[in-house]
């Protein structure tokens, strides 16, 4: 019987289902968590303030031992200032953007007011009032002070948060508050069975491209959130340390831990109007517990939901950190990129390296899509003719890319958007070099001997091309288009155009709207389209013309009632014809070329003398990141961006954005699948919902308005002005190890957090990628605080392999964060 008991339990070990309930009479046997694992880890490396912190004293300050904030200087007043350093942004800190820009989350800086509490005996920050971001720089350091004031009568103190980037003279006020002395007891033990009867499981599968999606960049380091349910008004929520974001020790709590604990109130606050949300004011913060690095947490809105509490617990309960009250708000327009999905394309100058040899291959100026039929046949021969994957060649076009905010020759730029694509799918065989003249060609063969796969030459000087966020003013009035004009809209009965049209109609107060596709009227849904414009109080004409062709758009141009004249023109006109550049040819490329270049060059020509307020060309990301087997379409949409910058530089309204996907039914997407989808999702490309699109269409005026609404994917490709580490994500596979919060001797109030978690984890990764979080867990369940000093022997294992750690850790949850 024991036999066959012990195949059973191998079966089930395996992971074969095994029907325990009828193989135990009853009373049936209580389930036991899984072993833990039997070596500890122990680093022997003698830890402490080291170097610096010797420094630290000799430089009469006194060590903090805390990650981020290196020493704290008693003032003669009885107050403190506590300093640090931090990183450029890079590390840890750089996984978390807001708008495409690297800022300290808010749980720092609360982080930090508690530290520099404790030093003076006034660890319950009363109030913490956010003033201003803290952003990193990727090419310097920043460094930061709190400073506590002198007690008050009363005990409080005043707090404030400054930093300054190395190498700047002035300081920048961040936040301002208010330190008091511990006199509340610490909660109780929040004992409730974990999640609590009736608790709403949320879907998180998508939770953070979401956030990305909405401006929130939370890299690796800060992707914490592991579950969350919906109790009431209240979320609740699992959150871990992942490992990206380094050791909880030394912090009160860890910022990323902190800050991925407040992401279920996005759950809460998502308005869908494109506004980000930080937190704004902290009252009432309290920390109980130290050194965690998986906690629970309870997010409940006061009643005027302006206000969240927050209470963190360990996984057995105990708190870990409360907070009365913390205010959400919009962050200031101000201060953030102009908009977290706008990007700019920026040309910066590099020196270049020691000249290598280089085969060149030149792409004859011409017009319409003649460059970029050429750089076609060009690339697909010389393919064709190194089939061994070996060579490189490097294709040279002229004016191709507007440098310096000159204008490009937009079919120049149409070869680009056909080599770009090439590039995509043959990658580190073609160089793309755009010249200004015939000097620049003695500066060709040093510009590719510094590796950079796209260049441009002026004067002699190679620059390389980078994305930068775009930044300025956030929010942006729409051009002043005269109310009585007309604004002429292509492809207006298309998914995209006719959401153009009602936006034009809704927000920009636009009465008169000329629809023009090949279909017109008889395209599907053309009557309700129009019904819906008419209830948006716009007037549409549905026009049938094929944009393509020039004499049609001058009649179509010349046909507008005088009484309500062409005003502005939203080119939303397109069509692709997708194949991989051994099967693109130029029946392809004129068919895809005929309704998007074509279109734009016609709309040019035909609205020439005419005082138009706006000319939006929507264009594609395709153009900049050459998508694989859209060479066509990244051609014509690369002549439309061109013709913008050609249309700017001459002193006549042109912008082009450079759309990544937008979340819509229908459109130029909806032929893709759920497969397809998902694909894009892994590879980062997030579709914008329109609410958040519309205002990339009216970018500040102080940037080049060459736009991309690029897709995450982007920043992995491209490299973009503040490099950011990809690091690996906290996948499942690699779970992060669910450490618990352990005791810090010196803030006196402090006690230990509850028991830890159960070492339970779902069976799949019970043997491998667990084993790093049961180790310490066992080592605390054991109730020594220390691990054995010698390794483990046989005996050591058989008590983990026997023994039940509920009976030595009494814990509640079974559920361990990541591995799931
Ligand atoms: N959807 C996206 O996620 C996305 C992303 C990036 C960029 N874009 C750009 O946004 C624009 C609209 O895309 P969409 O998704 O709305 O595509 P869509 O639904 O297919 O609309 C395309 C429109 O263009 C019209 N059209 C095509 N060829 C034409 C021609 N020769 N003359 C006149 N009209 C013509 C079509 O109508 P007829 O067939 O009746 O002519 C249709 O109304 C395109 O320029 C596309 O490149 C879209």
Known sequence: MEAFTRSLAQLHVAGVPVDWASWYPDPKPRAAPLPTYPYQRERYWISGPGTAGTDVRAAGQDPLGHPLLAAAVPLPDGGLVATGQLPAAGGWLGDHTVGGQVLVPGAALAEWAIRAGDEVGAPTVEELTLQEPLSLHADGGTRVRISVGPADPTGRRDVSIHSQPDGASGWTRHADGVLAAQTEAPPPDDRVTWPPAGAEPVDLSTFYAEATGAGYGYGPAFQGLRAAWRLGADLLAEVCLPEEAGDPAGFGVHPALLDAALHPALLIRDTGDGRVWLPFAWNGVRLWATGAATVRARLSPHTDRKALRVELSDTAGAPVLTVDSLMMRPAAPSRLPAHPHLYTVDYEPIAPAGPVAVEVARVAPGSGPAPAAQALRLVRDWLAAHPDGDGRLVLLTRGAVPVDGAGADPAAAGAWGVLRSAQSEHPGRLVLVDIGDDGD??????????????????????????????????????????????????GGTGALGALAAEHLAREWGVKHLLLASRQGPAAPGANRLRERLAAAGAEATLAAVDIGDEDAVVRLVAGIDPAHPLTGVVHAAGAVDDAMLDAQDERRLATVWRAKAGGAAALHAATAGLDLGMFLLFSSAAATLGSLGQANYAAANAYCEALAAKRRAAGLPGLAIGWGAWATAGGMTAGL???????????????????????????????PPLTLSPPRSTRKRWPVSRPKRYRRRCAASRAPPARLGVPRPPPRRRRPTGPPASPRCPRRSATASCSSWSAPMRRRCSGTGTPPASPPTAASWSWASTRSPRSTCATPSERRPGCG
């Open 673 to 703: 699948g759920d497969a397809d989808r998902a694909r894009m999702r892994r590879a980062g490309v997030i579709p914008l919902a329109p609410a958040r699109a519309w205002p990339c269409s009216t970018p500040p005026a102080a940037i």
């Open 441 to 490: 060609e003695r500066a060709v063969a040093g510009a590719v001997a510094t590796g950079e796969p796209q260049l441009a030459i002026r004067r002699g000087q190679p620059y390389r091309i980078r994305l930068h966020p775009a930044t300025g003013a956030r929010e942006q009035e729409p051009p002043r288009l005269d109310p009585d004009g007309t604004v002429l809209v292509t």
